[in-house]
Nanobody, 122 residues
Framework: QVQLVESGGGSVQAGGSLRLSCAAS??????MGWFRQAPGKEREGVAT?????TNYAESVKGRFTISRDTKNTLYLQMNSLKAEDTAMYYC????????????????????WGQGTQVTVSS
């Protein structure tokens, strides 16, 4: 059974930092990523990682860092947070294990975590 469990969300003031974690079990795949969804908005890609190669949305470049350890845990280090970063953040993995990342398109990902809320106050 595939499980993706996020943690690390919370409330922080603008300019602050948070580190999200996603513990993956029951499955290992090349491509994993972070997505977010704010109230009233569509889900958007934040970052992906594929064998160490990373890709970021323009809105988070230089502020967020995605990484993955050997124990199949995915991380998102978020610095210089802004109010517009407020959203529910989701960890995701591609359903086909050997297929690499092709972009920040949510429909490419078949496994999702339950989400962790990030709230940034200005």
């Amino acid at each position: 059974q595939v499980q993706l469990v996020e943690s690390g969300g919370g409330s922080v003031q603008a300019g602050g930092s948070l580190r999200l974690s996603c513990a993956a079990s029951g499955y290992s795949t090349r491509c994993m990523g972070w997505f977010r969804q704010a109230p009233g908005k569509e889900r958007e890609g934040v970052a992906t990682i594929d064998r160490g190669v990373t890709n970021y949305a323009e809105s988070v470049k230089g502020r967020f860092t995605i990484s993955r350890d050997t124990k199949n845990t995915l991380y998102l280090q978020m610095n210089s947070l802004k109010a517009e970063d407020t959203a529910m953040y989701y960890c995701a993995a591609k359903r086909t294990a050997w297929v690499g990342c092709a972009g920040l398109i949510s429909t490419d990902f078949g496994y999702w975590g339950q989400g962790t809320q990030v709230t940034v106050s200005s």
